[in-house]
């Protein structure tokens, strides 16, 4: 079943990955993946963000096959445990296989760009769909042309998510929201990650469905903090840029670091 437009939500991720740039290999085996994500439920995450293909510019490209190999069992014991499941994968064999095990939503980074088959699958599938910006056709294009991109201005993104939700099947897009990709492909300066937060809720009411922003510890964090931060500085970048998303209006956020997030917003909500 899908899930209702949120409110305000906090989408936990749970990278089953040897390659993530944050913590690759922590919770490969299924059982530690499992553990962290009931942990991050009890931490307050509100839905869990399953994937099994790391999406960094070091990381190895993998099949359909060995994506559900690693994600599986995840999707089928913590969906057991009542947990909503979101899958991150940009591959429609496996947005199906994994709605199958217990998934009601998919975040799809690529927004589609990467499988055209994956329009065609969400027909018949009764998931909320999350559509991702970047440009490209691969991960190793978006990375490839960073260093050069310039930073995409918040309309430009408004403009191509509206493409990518037109291209859906209409049950899907009415229950679809947006991301607008911090990090995927907006250029090296931070600046234009900064703007697409401070403009999620323009974005939403722009394109008339809940925006999804995931800032944690990417890249861009690294290089407005300075010097070479540890997990622990970048958590602490990564909630500061949620509340901003937050104060933008935008309706989820997704962070590495729950209970972190949760601590912020039980003052931040109450000044």
Wanted: glycine share 12%; proline share 5%.
């Amino acid at each position: 079943m899908s899930v209702a437009s949120p409110g305000l939500r906090v989408m936990g991720v749970v990278n089953v990955t040897p390659d993530s740039f944050s913590d690759g290999g922590s919770f490969l085996d299924p059982g530690a993946a499992v553990r962290h994500g009931l942990a991050l439920v009890r931490d307050g995450a509100d839905m869990l963000d399953i994937g099994g293909e790391a999406t960094n510019p070091r990381a190895t490209p993998i099949d359909a096959e060995e994506e559900l190999r690693r994600i599986l069992p995840v999707i089928r014991q913590l969906a057991a445990t009542g947990a909503t499941v979101s899958v991150d994968t940009t591959k429609a064999a496996v947005a199906r296989a994994a709605a199958e095990a217990g998934a009601t939503i998919v975040n799809d980074v690529s927004g589609g760009l990467f499988d055209p088959e994956m329009a065609r699958v969400l027909a018949d599938l009764d998931v909320t769909y999350i559509a991702g910006h970047l440009r490209g056709g691969s991960l190793a294009e978006v990375f490839s042309a960073e260093a050069t991109q310039p930073a995409v201005g918040w309309e430009a993104v408004r403009d191509e998510l509206g493409e990518r939700l037109a291209a859906l099947p209409a049950n899907t897009r009415a229950r679809a929201w947006v991301d607008p990709g911090i990090g995927f492909g907006k250029g090296s300066d931070p600046e234009g990650n900064l703007e697409l937060i401070r403009h999620a809720g323009d974005l939403g009411r722009a394109l008339g469905c809940p925006v999804v922003v995931g800032p944690s510890r990417k890249r861009f964090l690294r290089r407005l903090v300075g010097g070479d931060p540890d997990l622990a500085t970048l958590d602490v970048a990564s909630v500061a840029a949620c509340l901003g998303a937050l104060r933008a209006n935008a309706q989820v956020v997704r962070v590495h670091n729950v209970a972190l997030l949760r601590a912020a917003l039980a003052v931040y909500t109450r000044i």
